[in-house]
């Protein structure tokens, strides 16, 4: 072999190696490149995935926050205010529906006084009309059902109590156009029926509230029952007439109230709950006569 010819050789497999050098460069650049992408899509994936569950669980805990419960006496018994230091125990303030011409009756000793529903707003509870005389308003004339409507709204502001929601004795009155174009023009916002249901504060009939009564027979099943699907908008009114003996005893309340308290509801009045909403969605222009 020339020396010309060996030289020749030796530069063709210089450059050989040096291409191979190069093309093993390239697949080493390479798969670093792909496993280093590799590597970002699995970071990534794994920070969405961890950005995931806690947007849930910052959404889930939104929700738990938001579930909201008011608590209602209706026809203003004084057995009810014993339940106020179970209410104060978990900071909870009630709607009480008192009946404005049994007050400081003689004939309905059994009722509370002016003084007590006094006292009741003085500590943050919430007072709200459920009429003048507890008649079933479907039954009355247009004076009758005036004066129950008009006359009780009346009393109270003599007492400087602004009622804005009506409770319909024996929960009935809802679907009635007379009853309801009677409240609107006395100036009530909402009413509250006895209709088993939750309320939706973005869809529901503001005259025609549903709630849940609780009795004696309620077991703690069935009250959380009354409370499954609460959340967002969803509210449960839950109400409550005589207590004691003759009613919901005390530590059965006791036990609904801690059960509200340990499953993270929040307990407001329904002043709070409908009148802010109704002021918040300007109410006066969705609430109409079916
Ligand atoms: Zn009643």
New binding site residues.
């Given amino acids: 072999m020339s020396l010309n010819t060996r030289s020749v050789k030796l530069r063709s497999s210089i450059r050989e190696l040096k291409l191979s050098e190069t093309v093993r460069q390239f697949r080493f650049s390479n798969s670093v490149i792909l496993s280093s992408s590799r590597a970002v899509r699995r970071a990534t994936l794994h920070v969405r995935l961890i950005v995931g569950n806690t947007m849930a669980k910052i959404s889930g805990s939104k929700a738990r926050r938001n579930r909201i419960v008011c608590v209602v006496f209706?026809?203003g018994w004084k057995s009810q205010l014993d339940a106020l230091p179970v209410l104060d125990q978990y900071g909870f303030k009630a709607t009480f529906?008192i009946?404005a011409g049994y007050v400081n009756n003689p004939l309905h000793n059994k009722y509370m006084n002016w003084q007590e529903i006094h006292n009741l707003r003085s500590q943050g509870h919430d007072i709200e009309s459920?009429t003048l005389s507890?008649k079933c308003l479907e039954k009355l004339t247009e004076t009758e059902l005036r004066k129950e409507i008009m006359g009780s709204r009346e009393i109270f502001q003599e007492q400087g109590i602004d009622t804005r929601i009506l409770?319909y004795?024996?929960g009935i009155g809802g679907k009635n156009n007379r009853i309801r174009q009677a409240l609107i023009e006395a100036g009530y916002l909402a009413a509250r029926t006895t209709i088993p249901s939750k309320f939706n504060l973005s869809s529901g009939d503001f005259l025609a509230v549903g709630a849940f009564e609780i009795n004696r027979e309620t077991t703690i099943k069935g009250f959380s029952k009354y409370l499954g699907g609460t959340g967002n908008s969803t509210v449960a009114i839950l109400v409550y007439?005589r207590m004691g003996p003759e009613g919901v005893a005390i530590s059965q309340f006791k036990t609904q109230m801690a059960y509200l308290c340990k499953h993270n509801f929040k307990v407001k009045t329904m002043k709070q709950v409908l009148l802010e909403f109704c002021e918040k969605k300007q109410y006066s222009q969705r609430n109409s006569i079916n």
């Fill in positions: 209706d026809d529906g009946i459920h507890h409770i004795p024996l007439h």
